[in-house]
């Protein structure tokens, strides 16, 4: 199937077939132009832009502040998960201490309140159960004499347990469920200060900037190209050759670039070579046809050469 091109490049083809045949030159001169490879920045989210510091012909810096997408509803997000990850973190930080000092003392004091009653219980045991033994007091005080003091026993014990108890940290289980929420509490922050920064846009690389597309005061969506930058070594000369002349070519090699206004000629390094035809007459295999086939070649061109995308170039080599 015999492919076809759009009208504009199949007369650009001739145009270069024609002038490269015309040619009375000992070397190959083709026709081309300067071509870039633009680096399209947009937003990452939707929102009105509120600070652009840049527009058309601004020099960049990888890095330098581009512009910024209102961020109220980010910087409230970022308030709360900070509030909850201060929450999360106080309930761990109470769960790994124990009891508060007011509380530690309340139970110091309900301890020696048992002790007391303790103390009181043994005396009254020692002085009424001599009584018991020698008949002056009934045997029924006995009963009543030993529960008190295995009362106060117990209460004394029971004042111990809830003291060191209350020393203790949390249980192993609500321990790790409390460093959980704080873990999950950091990320959501983390989360919420990233989607902040995505508000303000950066340079991803330096340069020119070519074109703005969205202005201070526009609302943009997400990924639309707010400007456009010409990264300082994105410059390349496109041109087209003949399949007679293809032989000669290799991605590497050194070719000569002429334009108008330029003192010198500039060299430039091929860094593609088309593996398709560009244009195929109707018959391909025919000898006489074969001159027509034309193969795109690109080549890098040096920073500072003096050249502008669109400029048409001639080539040499």
């Not at 939707?46 to 990888?62: K, L, N, Y």
């Not at 106080?90 to 000092?101: E, F, V």
């Not at 020696?112 to 005080?141: H, N």
Request: with cysteine; glycine share 6%; charged share 25%.
């Amino acid at each position: 199937m015999t492919p076809f091109l759009k009208p504009a490049t199949l007369a650009a083809g001739f145009l270069l077939l024609s002038v490269a045949g015309c040619s009375q030159q000992d070397e190959p001169v083709h026709l081309g132009y300067v071509e870039a490879d633009w680096t399209y920045v947009a937003a990452p989210a939707a929102g009105r832009i509120i600070d652009q510091t840049v527009s058309e012909g601004s020099r960049v810096a990888q890095g330098d502040f581009l512009f910024q997408l209102d961020s109220t509803a980010e910087e409230a997000a970022v308030s709360e998960a900070g509030a909850r990850l201060n929450q999360a973190k106080a309930q761990a930080d109470d769960l790994s201490t124990g009891a508060r000092p007011p509380e530690i003392k309340r139970l110091e004091a309900q301890l020696s309140a048992a002790r007391a009653r303790l103390e009181k219980a043994t005396s009254e045991r020692d002085r009424i159960l001599p009584l018991v033994d020698q008949g002056f007091a009934p045997k029924s005080q006995r009963d009543t004499i030993e529960a008190e003091f295995d009362a106060a026993t117990a209460a004394v014990h029971a004042a111990e347990q809830d003291l060191k108890v209350a020393a203790l940290p949390g249980r192993d289980a609500s321990l790790e469920a409390a460093a959980a929420a704080t873990r999950s509490a950091e990320a959501a922050k983390a989360a919420a200060e990233y989607r902040l920064n995505e508000r303000r846009t950066m340079a991803p690389v330096g340069g020119r900037v070519e074109e703005v597309f969205f202005r201070k005061g526009e609302f943009v969506t997400p990924g639309a190209p707010v400007l456009a930058i010409l990264p300082d070594d994105a410059l390349k000369v496109r041109f087209y050759v003949p399949e007679t002349d293809l032989s000669a070519l290799n991605v590497g090699d050194s070719i000569s670039v002429t334009a108008d206004g330029l003192a010198s000629p500039v060299n430039a390094n091929i860094s593609f070579i088309a593996h398709e035809a560009e244009f195929a007459p109707p018959v391909i295999y025919a000898r006489h046809s074969r001159e027509k086939l034309v193969f795109m070649v690109e080549a890098k061109v040096p920073v500072g050469a003096g050249l502008h995308p669109g400029l048409p170039v001639e080539v040499n080599w």
